[in-house]
């Protein structure tokens, strides 16, 4: 059996988060088990408060997750604040050094609840240095600097770590992802853009269904065009704002 870890908030509606994240590794065929950094209190609709866990009990988590089994795959949503980040992530590389970690780091609730401070945005690049794969939408990809980097051309894709911008927020008749590659290269995968407001938690079930063929030995431009063509199917399944595992 192969084994995943989930680091993220708890959402009752099974729309995003630790239950999104475990559908979709499940439906890939990979065991993951989680870690809680959030009980949210919110359904596919409407964000009201996020419940934040305490590091002390994420920690707790963790160690006795690690006490039965090293996880070489690790996806890592929701966190309060980059001290929290940071700390996930020392932990993991302390526990398994070589694990392949993905960030997908939720700045906003879809229903305009703002999790991430402006006053950390400065914080996050040394953190970002210690994972793989950061997998930020449109706003999140401003927020965390790469969009001013870009312009101003200090920073260089792909050189520290891989990102996949996500091209769901953006306009066309296409939605367009954009990875830049550890080895230089960048790749595009594209699919039709639907109409209507679209499925809660994609980007969730989006960097789960990527770890999850990582951790089936793909190579991460096949994951993520393997994790495009599911997201786009899970995208016209079930009714309203809530995708239907399948």
């Not at 879809?110 to 006053?119: E, I, M």
């Not at 969009?147 to 953006?170: I, M, N, P, V």
């Amino acid at each position: 059996m192969v084994y995943a870890l989930t680091v993220a908030g708890f959402d009752g509606s099974a729309g995003a988060g630790i239950l999104a994240d475990v559908k979709t590794m499940a439906h890939f065929g990979v065991y993951c088990e989680s870690v809680c950094t959030a009980l949210t209190q919110q359904n596919e609709d409407e964000f009201v408060a996020p419940g934040w866990v305490i590091w002390e009990r994420i920690e707790a988590q963790l160690e006795t997750l690690f006490k039965k089994r090293t996880f070489k795959y690790v996806k890592i949503g929701l966190v309060e604040k980059a001290k929290v980040l940071q700390r996930i992530v020392e932990f993991i590389r302390e526990k398994s050094p070589d694990a392949y970690i993905i960030w997908d780091p939720i700045a906003s609730a879809s229903a305009g609840f703002h999790f991430l401070r402006a006053a950390e945005q400065n914080k996050f690049m040394p953190i970002m240095k210690q994972i793989d794969l950061i997998t930020p939408n449109r706003d999140e990809f401003k927020f965390l600097g790469f969009e001013a980097a870009t312009a101003s051309g200090t920073f260089e894709f792909g050189k520290d770590f891989a990102l996949l911008l996500k091209g769901g927020h953006f306009n066309g008749e296409e939605a367009v992802d954009i990875l830049w590659n550890r080895d230089g290269a960048k790749h595009e995968f594209a699919s039709p853009r639907l109409p209507g407001n679209g499925k809660h938690g994609t980007g969730c079930h989006l960097s789960a269904a990527i770890l999850a063929n990582i951790a089936l030995g793909r190579i991460l431009p096949e994951a993520c065009e393997i994790s495009k063509k599911y997201l786009s199917d899970l995208l016209q399944s079930g009714e309203g704002r809530l995708a239907k595992d399948f």
